[in-house]
């Protein structure tokens, strides 16, 4: 019993309270996000009408604006600091997801796609560099663990009430999710409020960087080139893999936040454990190892998708996200970090930017291919997923021998 306890005292992510209240509106804000993310694809295709290719287009202007935004976002950071920049971004975000409420036609949803796209495009560089403000060094793997926990637990149970409430037969019903969604984005404003300004990270009489000096970071590069392909085969599909699951396997959207719930659930309970062992082990192992996982995660995807429906479907494909939320633990604590430990402190804010650039990339790349292809030959989808997941793998083992050896284990 004894050692039972000190188990689970050494999972204590050892960070300050004011990283603790900047995630619980973190997990409000994810909440309202799992209400309505995970059905976006459906409402636009099934309840509005619009083609696929077009669903996917408009999912891919969101980060298309999000690229636009980034860039720029890095420099307002770096000068006016990571909390400021935040919470304009989350006013930026509530236009953009509550509008969806309204949408009627096609330019509609391109217009509050690209607002929010706006938004999402500061929130992550903004967030990441207040979260390393607030951490020390040496517990930012787990901070960012700690994000991804509470991120992932908001999203699941959005999820799961979003289910509830979401029926393609009642539109109203998508109009209460993106309602309530904007609102979550203000509540996280609220929460900042209780969080303290760590200021810029550079002293008064340094002047703020430039992003030739972050491009001339190879290895940094190597890092973000590699994370864009994590995020278009890995997380980009989680987006349209809704339409997926009710168009070609008869899942109901109840079912559909379910399964959501269960990949939120095997985060939640594995990803601080996953935390102590990761430490003093090789970070681009684990990046590989995560590859493989999302490679297993979306074949039986493709083997649910084939070879059954309806209830059989949903806990193959439940089995499929439990898999791919393990991996998921591995990216949490290991890719937010080492960029973090890569950036030099007046240049935090650019460094961020372009690590979200990633993102937002992916997501452009992900959603639009993944509509043309679903329009194409549904099925297909999934096993060209998992190829480019590892791809990825063996260029993050590859890339290791690059790393300053002082950054290549996760910090003990």
Not at 212 to 230: A, I, K, P, S
Request: proline share 5%; hydrophobic share 55%.
């Amino acid at each position: 019993m004894s050692r039972f306890s000190g188990y689970i005292r050494g999972l204590d992510p050892r960070l300050p309270r004011s990283v603790w209240t900047m995630e619980i509106g973190g997990f409000a804000n994810a909440f309202g996000n799992g209400l309505a993310f995970p059905f976006l694809l459906i409402y636009l295709h099934n309840v509005r009408g619009f083609s696929l290719p077009m669903v996917g287009l408009i999912a891919a202007t969101s980060a298309a604006a999000g690229i636009v935004t980034v860039p720029i976002a890095g420099i307002v950071v770096d000068r006016f600091g990571g909390k400021r920049t935040l919470i304009v971004s989350l006013v930026v975000l509530a236009v953009g997801f509550g509008g969806y409420a309204l949408v009627r036609e096609p330019w509609q949803a391109f217009l509050f796609a690209a607002v929010g796209g706006i938004g999402n495009g500061a929130f992550w560089p903004s967030q990441s560099a207040l979260i390393i403000g607030l951490a020390p060094q040496a517990r930012r793997h787990a901070a960012f663990a700690l994000q991804r926990v509470m991120r992932n637990l908001g999203v699941g149970l959005g999820g799961v009430a979003g289910g509830l409430i979401a029926t393609t037969e009642n539109a109203t019903s998508y109009t209460v999710l993106f309602t309530l969604d904007a609102l979550t984005f203000l509540a996280f404003i609220v929460a900042l409020a209780f969080v303290p300004d760590p200021g810029l990270s550079r002293t008064e009489s340094e002047e703020p960087g430039r992003y030739r000096e972050v491009l001339r970071d190879r290895v940094f590069l190597g890092v973000v080139g590699l994370n864009l392909l994590y995020v278009a085969a890995g997380y980009a599909q989680l987006e349209v893999f809704p339409v997926f699951a009710k168009n070609e396997a008869g899942i109901s959207e109840r079912q559909i936040g379910l399964i959501f719930f269960a990949n939120t659930l095997a985060i939640v309970v594995a990803q601080l454990p996953f935390v102590k062992v990761l430490e003093g082990r090789r970070r681009m192992r684990a990046l590989a190892l995560m590859t493989l996982l999302w490679a297993v995660s979306w074949m039986i995807v493709f083997g649910g998708g084939l070879w059954s429906e309806g209830v059989s479907a949903a806990l193959v494909f439940g089995i499929a996200f439990v898999i791919f939320g393990l991996g998921e633990c591995m990216h949490g604590p290991t890719q937010g970090a080492l960029v973090a430990d890569l950036a030099p402190p007046r240049l935090r804010g650019r460094y961020m930017a372009l690590s979200t650039l990633s993102w937002e990339v992916g997501f452009v790349i992900g959603p639009a291919a993944a509509g043309f292809i679903l329009d194409w030959r549904p099925h297909a989808l999934w096993p060209l997923a998992a190829a480019v997941c590892l791809a990825a793998g063996a260029g993050a083992l590859l890339l290791e021998r690059k790393l300053p050896p002082a950054l290549r284990l996760t910090p003990s």
